[in-house]
């Protein structure tokens, strides 16, 4: 699939921020900013508290509703846990799952990931999967074998045909938060990695079809050149997303191709 066939997708990540009302407020300033984009899906994954009032907030509008983290099972006891039952029943469409905060914070490892994924895909909800390196890794040039691991163990007992809907999300762990922005031809080069491994496992039918998003201090003056390069199908956003100008801007930029 040549990649001017992978829609664009471009995700907001709002971490720790927004009550239910701050949610619907950016909706409300948001979506008239980049309601005439058709060149770009869009998804919106605000806290947990506030995934209810965003579902309904954008109902109509051309903007998904994804959570930030999910729990691999329907139920049971597991304080603090959110399955998948519980989101897909008030609405909520995509999931993120193993960004790195979580792996770093909360001890996610590649094999809760895969957990997660199988459970994500049976149950319909689209997964966008975050794999990435530290700088430590960078530095020791194990880019390429940290990110080989992480796709083959999360990808790993999956049927390559149940991977449809599979989204990637690059973040290099140094560059999340720190102002620091992998160059175009880093990011370029780390997506090429992925996609060459989504071949080697699931063949090369998936990994043309499967959209890699870059996620690593994505601003709107930086949007287009990563977003015009062949394997980056799009961005995860993290600060800059909190801003409906900013996020817009993001977009619009985005979204012009070369």
Not at 52 to 66: E, F, N, T
């Amino acid at each position: 699939m040549a990649p001017n066939m992978r829609k664009l997708l471009i995700a907001a990540n709002w971490k720790m921020y927004k009550t239910p009302a701050e949610s619907t407020a950016f909706l409300t300033s948001f979506f008239p900013l980049i309601k005439k984009n058709e060149a770009a899906e869009v998804v919106l994954c605000p806290a947990m508290t506030s995934l209810p009032a965003l579902v309904d907030a954008a109902r109509g509008k051309s903007v998904a509703i994804g959570a930030q983290n999910m729990h691999w099972l329907n139920e049971g006891a597991y304080t603090g846990e959110t399955s998948p039952t519980m989101l897909t029943a008030i609405g909520a469409t995509h999931v993120l799952i193993g960004h790195s905060e979580r792996r770093q914070y909360f001890n996610e490892t590649d094999t809760t990931v895969n957990l997660k994924l199988k459970s994500a895909l049976a149950h319909s909800l689209v997964p966008i999967v975050c794999v990435g390196e530290h700088l430590n890794e960078r530095e020791q040039n194990l880019t390429a074998d940290v990110l080989n691991l992480q796709v083959s163990v999360a990808l790993e007992g999956i049927d390559p045909d149940a991977l449809g809907t599979l989204v990637i999300a690059y973040e290099p762990v140094w560059a999340i938060g720190t102002g620091r922005t992998a160059t175009p031809q880093i990011a370029e080069d780390a997506h090429k990695i992925i996609r060459a491994r989504l071949a080697a496992i699931a063949g090369s039918h998936v990994a043309d079809a499967t959209r890699i998003l870059y996620g690593g201090s994505v601003k709107p003056d930086n949007a287009t050149n990563l977003c015009c390069l062949d394997d980056i199908d799009g961005a995860l956003v993290g600060g800059a997303s909190l801003d409906p100008d900013s996020f817009a801007q993001i977009i619009i930029n985005a979204t012009h191709r070369a």
